[in-house]
């Protein structure tokens, strides 16, 4: 049995190998699926923030919440001090945010447009001098419910 291989010229086998070199290097340089911010979960979630505690300090009404989401970035103007939060939401929809002195996190959730999640406050600041100021230095918790109000992307977040 003979076997007989094709002929391939020196100008397409140039032509080839220049191919598969910029494939290979288009595949190095792009980034993979869970490099890239997911637009899944853009769009604008009201709903409601509920205190868990009767701790005094810690309020005791329910709060109108607004919570903006573009690509992996999720933030949130508060009611509180007028503080923003602000943090990621991973491909999964797990959220992690916090304030700029990190007194102030969330750590949530998004399922289909519903967002869940729990504040947690601490008071590390604040100058003690009695008792109850340590038992309310504990912080606060408060219960996070939403859902989309408005799909699509959102401005980009306040600098």
Known sequence: MTMTMPIVSAPSTGRLLGVLAAMSLSACAAPGPADQPTTR????YTGTQTPDTGEQ???SGVHSVRFEVAGNHIWIHTHHRRRRLDGNVDPGGQIAMRDGNGTRTINGTIVGDRLTGVEST???GKKRTSLLDS???SGCTTRIDA???SAGATADPPD
């Open 41 to 44: 979960y853009d769009g604008i």
């Open 57 to 59: 300090g810690c309020g």
């Open 122 to 124: 601490t008071r590390s």
């Open 135 to 137: 038992y309310q230095d």
């Open 147 to 149: 859902t989309r109000a």
